[in-house]
């Protein structure tokens, strides 16, 4: 069968025909590839053998590249060892041991399979220590969970309680007063502030300084504030558990975590996707006072944290060991920001060239870049996104998101920007000929989180 065939037959057998809703079809144009074969390095191919430069490493689990040795050394001898035991095992110490060393935010860690499991199982243990049901989500961020304390608050919350949506409250980034809404509404009862420290859409980029006051302490005029500080005083003082989702920044900005950049560190944090390069695993880590509720050797009431039939596997295990001893070793934060750096300068001038710079944008840090099709009014615009999707794929290179790794290097970012520069000077013709529907061969992407599918 080739892939238009099983494409077919996948959606026949299996629900949205992916098991991730942003890897499916109507988040892709029409000729995207539909079943990938292979991948390695920065490249991946589909089962036609089209081959394909990769910016986006699956839903962003890469940070040394596809398919990476050194990390597949260490799991298929890990593999050989048994990946589950009826006790702990030396893995799952080992880990451990290295993380509590490594994150500054991390006095205990605690494994996972996906982000969703540690975003959740922070969110149970803040309502557990506190004693308070609400939690303040920012609203500015897309995903913290599949679990329904989230999904329950989004447009496509069918099937979840009011009961459960009814205590997920919403603020922005950057905006205080949204904050001080919440708490102001809900004087004693806001179990945990949850958050990605830092996020690539604009304008939401960089934690804003702010001038604020918080029980009093007046932060007017001082230079060393920002949103993130003032999170961390706000639930200080109001007995607030503060919770950072780090699943994409953790990884890129720094491997310590993203606040660590900025001094700031939670109660709690949540790591997952790109830790273990590719491979499942995801880590709850954060204060003992509150981890230690998980625990089996205090008086209080017992927390059923993260108990996990495959939380021990040593294949995630391994793969993370490997994962963050290889990053720290080749310094491959330094070389994502480099790399991101250089992309964003290029991009921006290629679009320049061709006078796009209403309608095409690389936005965010560089560590972390994102290529945005707008209307001239700033509003996304989902058939001149399509549109230069299309294009990059007709070129061979997958861009829906960046998620610089280790093996990207130069040549794919020259690949990259010739074709966004003969991308952009095809746009600027359909552009002022109106014609940016009329040129798209399939259906224009549409929002994750939809009530509707059409
Ligand atoms: C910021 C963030 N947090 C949490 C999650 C959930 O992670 P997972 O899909 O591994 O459960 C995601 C997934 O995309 C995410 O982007």
């Not at 079943?35 to 053998?49: N, T, V």
């Not at 989500?137 to 447009?155: K, M, N, R």
């Not at 391994?318 to 991101?340: E, F, M, P, Q, Y």
Request: aromatic share 10%; proline share 3%; net charge negative.
């Amino acid at each position: 069968m080739n892939s238009d065939q099983i494409n077919k037959r996948f959606h026949q057998i299996v629900p949205g025909g992916s098991h991730t809703y942003s890897k499916g079809d109507d988040q892709f144009p029409a000729n995207a590839p539909k079943i990938m074969s292979h991948a390695k390095g920065a490249e991946c191919w589909d089962i036609e053998g089209k081959r394909f430069i990769d910016w986006a490493m699956g839903n962003r689990v890469m940070i040394l590249g596809h398919a990476f040795d050194e990390v597949d050394d260490q799991v298929c001898a890990a593999i050989r060892k048994g990946t589950n035991f009826t006790r702990p095992g030396i893995l799952e110490y080992e880990l451990a041991e290295y993380l509590v060393g490594l994150w500054p935010c991390a006095e205990m860690v605690k494994f996972g399979k996906n982000g969703s499991d540690v975003t959740t199982a922070a969110v149970k243990l803040s309502r557990a220590y506190t004693g308070r049901k609400y939690v303040l989500v920012c609203s500015s961020h897309p995903f913290f969970a599949i679990h329904d304390w989230f999904i329950g608050s989004t447009e496509m919350n069918s099937g979840t309680l009011d009961t459960e949506r009814q205590y997920t409250l919403k603020f922005k980034y950057n905006d205080i007063e949204s904050v001080e809404q919440a708490f102001d509404q809900y004087p004693g009862q806001i179990a945990a502030v949850i958050l990605e420290p830092v996020k690539n859409d604009s304008p939401y980029a960089e934690p804003r300084d702010s001038d604020y006051t918080v029980e009093g302490i007046s932060r007017n005029g001082d230079n060393n504030t920002n949103f993130l500080k003032y999170l961390r005083e706000k639930t200080e003082a109001t007995g607030t558990v503060l919770i950072f989702d780090e699943n994409i920044a953790g990884m890129r900005f720094d491997i310590r975590g993203s606040h660590h950049r900025y001094g700031i560190y939670p109660d709690l944090a949540a790591f997952g996707k790109a830790i273990a390069n590719g491979y499942s695993c995801s880590v709850l880590a954060g204060k003992r006072e509150l981890m230690e509720l998980g625990g089996i050797h205090h008086d209080k009431e017992r927390v059923f944290l993260l108990s996990q039939t495959h939380g021990s596997e040593t294949v995630g295990l391994s793969a993370t060991l490997a994962t963050l001893k290889a990053c720290d070793r080749l310094n491959v934060t330094s070389h994502v920001w480099s790399l991101g750096g250089r992309m964003k300068a290029r991009v921006k001038d290629a679009i320049s060239k061709n006078s796009l710079n209403d309608h095409v944008k690389i936005i965010g840090f560089d560590a972390n870049p994102q290529i945005l099709c707008t209307k001239a009014n700033g509003d996304f615009w989902p058939e001149l996104h399509t549109l230069f999707h299309q294009y990059m794929v007709d070129k061979g290179i997958l861009i829906p998101w960046i998620s610089i790794t280790h093996s990207h290097n130069d040549e794919h970012l020259n690949y990259t920007v010739e074709a966004i520069e003969e991308t952009g000077a095809k746009l600027r013709s359909v552009i002022s000929n109106d014609a940016v529907s009329k040129e798209l061969i399939g259906d224009a992407v549409k929002p994750v989180f939809r009530k509707w599918n059409n």
